[in-house]
T-cell receptor
């Protein structure tokens, strides 16, 4: 099992550009979570999916953020337009039974918006 | 939100010593989880303890849970340099897992 795979590992972009982060969850996991980690705010849940359906997106900062899960093996998090305050490490995690089972995290995408 | 808070924020000990980290939370939970994060990496799950459990072990790790005090502790025995990392507790809040700010553990050789 390759674990949760995220790409790219690093992304540097200029303010105003569109950024797309990608995630491949562990096969068979029905839950997928997107988290953002910063020094100031720690780990924040942005959105999570169950069986490819977005369940709670209340953590998405604003309309510039969107997430999709077109199938069980792929999810994207898009920021358009990006702003310097979006700079953070974005993690994708998957689990078998939501928060009642361990979350398996990818190694994250470090986003820098200049 | 019912965020877990770890204590201390940072801990530095000598290799071979035991390390204890504490976590407090605010409202009732179904389970509490501990994770480790090495620098530049994702979080790795260590232990999940359910609300009806008081103690769990995994190798050199021991987790306790006191629901009456709304607190948990993670004990790492016979620490090694490889244990240097940040440790997070996480509590379930509905369908969300809420993480604390973490304890930064440094093991000195």
């Amino acid at each position: 099992d390759a674990g949760v795979i995220q790409s790219p590992r690093h992304e540097v972009t200029e303010m105003g550009q569109e950024v797309t982060l990608r995630c491949k969850p562990i096969s068979g996991h029905d839950y997928l979570f997107w988290y953002r980690q910063t020094m100031m705010r720690g780990l924040e849940l942005l959105i999570y999916f169950n069986n490819n359906v977005p369940i709670d997106d209340s953590g998405m900062p604003e309309d510039r953020f969107s997430a999709k899960m077109p199938n069980a093996s792929f999810s994207t998090l898009k920021i358009q337009p990006s702003e310097p305050r979006d700079s953070a490490v974005y993690f994708c995690a998957s689990s078998l039974q939501g928060v009642n089972s361990p979350l398996h995290f990818g190694n994250g995408t470090r986003l820098t918006v200049t | 939100s019912q965020q877990g808070e770890e204590d201390p924020q940072a801990l530095s000990i000598q290799e071979g010593e035991n390390a204890t980290m504490n976590c407090s939370y605010k409202t009732s939970i179904n389970n509490l989880q501990w994770y480790r994060q090495n620098s530049g990496r994702g979080l790795v799950h260590l232990i999940l303890i359910r609300s009806n459990e008081r103690e769990k072990h995994s190798g050199r790790l021991r987790v306790t849970l006191d629901t009456s005090k709304k607190s948990s502790s993670l004990l790492i025995t016979a620490s090694r340099a490889a244990d240097t990392a940040s440790y997070f507790c996480a509590t379930d809040a509905g369908f969300e897992l809420v993480f604390g700010q973490g304890t930064r553990l440094t093991i000195n050789p």
